[in-house]
């Protein structure tokens, strides 16, 4: 575990030419465990992250991604992440505490099984699909092809399946479920996606509106918070 100081001191004052090197000792406990159980890091993300200078937020990426692919090679351990209600998501997301809390809690102890259910439905939907269109009554039209990226399901269930499955994104798990995970072709991405409620950089935005032509983001606009 890090404390919040510590967090700070590594992404603000830790020289940046030892920003791109792992710890060698997490890498060997991460090969040694079969199951990891992981909790949020920090109690204020956005007191850490707001200002991060988007170099050094590159330089600790880059050192991320090699971590991951080298565990990706030689780790078999699944994971299960857990996140817990904070003061702060609330405040980003415009609810008072006592909802927000409420909501979170609900979504940690739902029943998951039609959750897993709806989540292989999508997956068998979107693998291999040669063009996928997403459409919301808020104006998004979005089409692109999957080709032969993989899909996860993110359904808050590890099967049998999936413990013993040599992706590493396949054993992972999270609490509250729900999401889908997946990476189009890139340059096959085109049309407009509006989101009504989003955030950048741990601040909220409204209204967000932005383009995709070939995979590339164009005219982006946001009533609130776009800056």
Sequence with gaps: ????????????????????????HELQLYKAI???????????FREIFQAV???RSAAVGSNSNR????????????IVGISFPQKQEAEISGLDWATYEKIHWASIN?????????GEELKGLLSGAKEVRITTPGG??????????LVFADDGVLSSDEKNNKVMFARFASLPGGWMDFAPQ???????????????????????VLDVKNGVAQNFKAQQGGK
Excluded at 2 to 10: H, R
Excluded at 110 to 118: D, V
Aim: some cysteine; glycine content about 4%.
């Design 110 to 118: 739902t029943n998951y099984t039609p959750i897993r259910a709806k």
């Design 67 to 78: 971590m991951l692919e080298e565990l990706g090679r030689e780790s078999r351990h699944s």
């Design 1 to 24: 575990a890090e404390s919040d100081v510590a967090l700070k001191a590594m992404w603000h004052e830790k020289p940046m030419a030892n920003l791109a090197d792992y710890p060698s």
């Design 186 to 208: 890139e340059n096959t991405v085109n049309g407009k996606i509006v989101v009504p409620q989003a955030r950048c950089n741990y601040q909220p935005m409204l209204g967000v």
């Design 34 to 44: 079969d199951y990891l159980i992981a909790l949020p890091a920090s109690q204020n």
């Design 140 to 149: 998004t039209d979005l089409t692109f092809s999957m080709g032969d990226r």
């Design 53 to 55: 200078d988007p170099k």
